[in-house]
T-cell receptor, first 115, second 114 residues
Framework: KAGVTQTPRYLIKTRGQQVTLSCSPI?????VSWYQQTPGQGLQFLFE???????NKGNFPGRFSGRQFSNSRSEMNVSTLELGDSALYLC??????????????FGPGTRLTVL | AQTVTQSQPEMSVQEAETVTLSCTYD???????LFWYKQPPSRQMILVIR??????QNATENRFSVNFQKAAKSFSLKISDSQLGDAAMYFC???????????FGTGTSLTVIP
């Protein structure tokens, strides 16, 4: 099976712009989670989607949003970009079937730089 | 809130030797999962091993094994016969059994010396 794919891999934006990142999970996986990784804050959970519904949300401002499509592909959007949003954004998919938790398999990440 | 602590920012080990990475966590839950992931310079997070809290037996995957002490809330990773390819940042992660929301530690950077 193909792994988790993320596009684009690198992105440069300026403050105030918005950005959309895309994630395609492993075939058959219905759970998709997003994480932000920075040198200062480490790995922080953004949100999880399961069967097109947001099931868990981390402690991030409303500028960060996401969605999941019927084919389990997910997008996250960041509006009004700030310098502090510069980070590696990681997407992970899981074979989770319903409730509970399961192993997450990560994509290669999208490196976002905000100038 | 759940917290995961990795008290060793950096560790080093001689090739073919054994090294143990430490992780402690704080939770009031009884049903949860613990994971170790490695992140090499490519930044790709790779699952190393996982442990279900309800299982008393420590998980093992080839050269990787854990020492899970539930009462002490400790979850250490032992790497035996260390190889150059084991050099990476290692993250300990915790998740309640209520959805895929992982809490990660700050990581331990492992150097393998030839």
């Amino acid at each position: 099976k193909a792994g988790v794919t993320q596009t684009p891999r690198y992105l440069i934006k300026t403050r105030g712009q918005q950005v959309t990142l895309s994630c395609s999970p492993i075939s058959g996986h219905r759970s998709v989670s997003w994480y932000q990784q920075t040198p200062g804050q480490g790995l922080q959970f953004l949100f999880e989607y399961f069967s097109e519904t947001q099931r868990n949300k981390g402690n991030f401002p409303g500028r960060f949003s996401g969605r999941q499509f019927s084919n389990s592909r997910s997008e996250m959007n960041v509006s009004t970009l700030e310098l502090g949003d510069s980070a590696l954004y990681l997407c992970a998919s899981s074979p989770l079937r319903s409730g509970g938790t399961d192993t997450q398999y990560f994509g290669p990440g999208t490196r976002l730089t905000v100038l | 809130a759940q917290t995961v602590t990795q008290s060793q920012p950096e560790m080093s080990v001689q090739e073919a030797e054994t090294v143990t990475l430490s992780c402690t966590y704080d939770t009031s839950e009884s049903d949860y999962y613990l994971f170790w992931y490695k992140q090499p310079p490519s930044r790709q997070m790779i699952l190393v091993i996982r442990q279900e809290a309800y299982k008393q037996q420590n998980a093992t995957e080839n050269r990787f094994s854990v020492n899970f002490q539930k009462a002490a809330k400790s979850f250490s990773l032992k790497i035996s016969d260390s190889q150059l390819g084991d050099a990476a940042m290692y993250f300990c992660a915790y998740s309640r059994n209520t959805g895929n929301q992982f809490y990660f530690g700050t990581g331990t950077s492992l150097t393998v010396i030839p």
